[in-house]
């Protein structure tokens, strides 16, 4: 939980032309930090192998939910939401949940989807109708918080099974939810009842997404008035060389689609998490490896909405191309970097900044669309 300072860097940003300061801060040393959440006046970090902290910046005071300080009993999670009232955590053997009023845990299993069915990557809360959104690695839950009623939803589209392997669910406003999975994206109409069929739509790579490649994995996704963008996995190899192709995409919401991949200057096509800051859209990348088959960080790109120009974020005092950035979050002030060896904050006085090259602490240009 130490902090960590680091050197002022320079910040140049468009409208006006003007120069900010903003400091580097550092927490969690070692820490793989999956989720970012806001809850009041508290920040929530999930990690693997650290369990849950708790941050009130008021006080600059952490807390930390672990087996280590035994108050929980896991240490590795992937996701987190909550409300007023509860924390729920998604782990590999279920859901915990955490009372807050009272500081009590319990866990809730699933018996359908087997083994992985109690592997659960993502969560979200829908505060207008209480309900909270569970996606496992098999199946959607359904929680009717109020009189805590679990549905479980199979979502499975022509016996492909990944199009029922969730990895996101993000709100579309107040009417639709989108849930991204390892080959496509369901989408639900909340003006209608969850059970019944016509609330709900798919969308792949066979109607969507430009046809590339041979399936679409979609671990985040932002919204904005006109335009929906999506961050897509990179997964090649030598017998698949046309899987997953990666690269962030930009849906119109009138059936136009765009890319932005390595051509347009990306440092790698695969894309982790994503957050956004004015006309900022920040994405954490990496590159596939065909061979060895693992994924590489390549740091952070930021891409501008309208003229999708794209610069990379350096700073001298942290490498974010030798971390894994795997949760971003923007809490107005500050943008929180989660990697998977530590937390990073990077105040920002202007959302609506754009970054360019200032005393050694570059936003590095790449090739413009």
């Not at 053997?93 to 359908?112: H, P, S």
């Not at 046309?242 to 096509?269: D, P």
């Not at 999708?308 to 950035?325: D, G, T, Y």
């Amino acid at each position: 939980m130490k902090k960590k300072f680091f050197p002022i860097i320079f910040l140049v940003i468009i409208l006006p032309f003007a120069i900010l300061k903003a400091q580097i801060e550092s927490y969690l040393d070692g820490a793989m930090v999956t989720n970012i959440q806001k809850e009041g006046k508290h920040l929530w970090f999930s990690t693997y192998g650290q369990g849950i902290y708790r941050y009130s910046e008021s006080d600059q005071k952490w807390l930390n939910y672990s087996t280590k300080n035994q108050n929980a009993e896991n240490d590795f999670f992937y996701s987190i939401a909550l409300n007023d009232r509860y924390l729920w955590a998604g782990s590999v053997e279920g859901l915990y949940i955490l009372d807050l009023k009272r500081n009590l845990w319990r866990k809730r299993k699933f018996a359908q989807g087997g083994e992985m069915g109690n592997w659960i990557r993502s969560l979200y809360y829908d505060k207008q109708k209480d309900v909270l959104w569970i996606g496992r690695f098999k199946n959607l839950t359904r929680l009717d918080v109020k009189n805590n009623r679990y549905t479980d939803i199979d979502l499975t589209q022509k016996a492909d099974s990944k199009t029922n392997n969730f990895k996101v669910i993000k709100a579309d406003g107040d009417s639709l939810i989108w849930f991204g999975t390892e080959s496509g994206m369901h989408i639900y109409d909340k003006a209608k009842n969850f059970e019944d069929k016509s609330a709900w739509k798919f969308m792949s790579n066979k109607n969507g997404f430009n046809g590339d490649g041979d399936e679409v994995s979609v671990p985040d996704i932002l919204f904005e008035e006109n335009n929906i963008w999506f961050a897509t996995d990179e997964f090649l190899t030598e017998e698949q060389p046309n899987f997953n192709v990666g690269g962030i995409y930009k849906f119109n919401r009138k059936q136009k689609w765009g890319r932005i991949s390595k051509t347009e200057g990306l440092a790698g096509n695969g894309i982790y998490c994503f957050e956004r800051t004015g006309n900022l859209i920040w994405a954490g990348l990496y590159d596939f490896n065909e061979k060895d088959k693992k994924d590489y960080s390549r740091g952070i790109a930021l891409v501008n909405r309208y003229t999708e120009n794209i610069s990379r974020l350096e700073i001298n005092s942290v490498n974010f191309n030798s971390l894994r950035v795997i949760s971003l979050f923007f809490d107005s002030a500050s943008m929180w970097i989660g990697t998977d060896s530590g937390l990073y904050k990077i105040k920002i006085d202007n959302p609506l900044a754009h970054f360019n090259t200032r005393n050694g602490d570059k936003f590095h240009k790449g090739k413009n669309k």
